[in-house]
């Protein structure tokens, strides 16, 4: 096609070969959207998910000093396994990110990972919610949060803060119940 060329003679030629032109999909960004009116939708759910539940709650009193490490287990649980989860030495299957997320957000993230993953049976996760400097940071609401929220989970066996090559104190290990399926292959397997 020379310079001289029509650029409509072209596509005319094209379209009388057969040749269609590519559809191409309108796209609507993300801000666009919110300013359409899914703001009214988002702050909707974030109030439905601050009141659902009061174990999702955080009182003052409950922030935790930023420098101190996390940890909790269940009774019964072996201190030789939890010794393992809090030196890390278990691998971990899955990592949840709530780094630049609201408590809103990891209101409704948390729990689902969690089953998620113990459907799946994974039994040594990550969960990374950063690391703040103060005691009112948002990191360390969502790390108090998360010391208030994980032990109701029931599949929640128990938590660490990480080793420092698995993210120090900006996340924590967790360590989740065997699913059914891994029970009975327990048993089968100890008979």
């Known amino acids: 096609m020379s310079e001289t060329d029509n650029p409509d003679d072209f596509s005319s030629m094209m379209l009388g070969e057969g040749v269609k032109p590519l559809q191409s999909e309108k796209r609507v960004s993300t801000r666009e959207r919110l300013r359409r009116g899914d703001l009214d939708l988002l702050a909707q759910r974030r109030k439905q998910a601050e009141g ?7 009182q003052p009193e409950q922030l935790l000093n930023p420098a101190d ?12 396994v939890y010794r393992n989860l809090r030196l890390g030495k278990y691998a971990a299957d899955a990592r949840l990110d709530l780094l630049n997320r609201s408590l809103a957000e990891a209101v409704d993230e948390v729990p689902g990972f969690v089953k998620q993953c113990y459907k799946l049976g994974l039994r040594t996760v990550i969960i990374n919610h950063g690391r703040g400097k ?11 949060c998360l010391v208030l929220w994980l032990p109701k989970i029931d599949e929640v066996l128990a ?21 059914e399926q891994q029970r009975l292959e327990n048993v089968e397997r100890h008979r």
């Open 159 to 179: 938590f660490h803060s990480c080793q420092p090559q698995h993210g120090g104190l900006s996340a924590i290990y967790l360590l989740l119940r065997k699913n």
């Open 134 to 144: 103060h005691a009112k940071t948002t990191q360390n609401i969502l790390r108090s």
């Open 52 to 58: 659902v539940d009061e174990r999702f709650r955080l």
């Open 69 to 80: 490490p996390i940890e909790w287990k269940r009774d019964g649980v072996q201190e030789g």
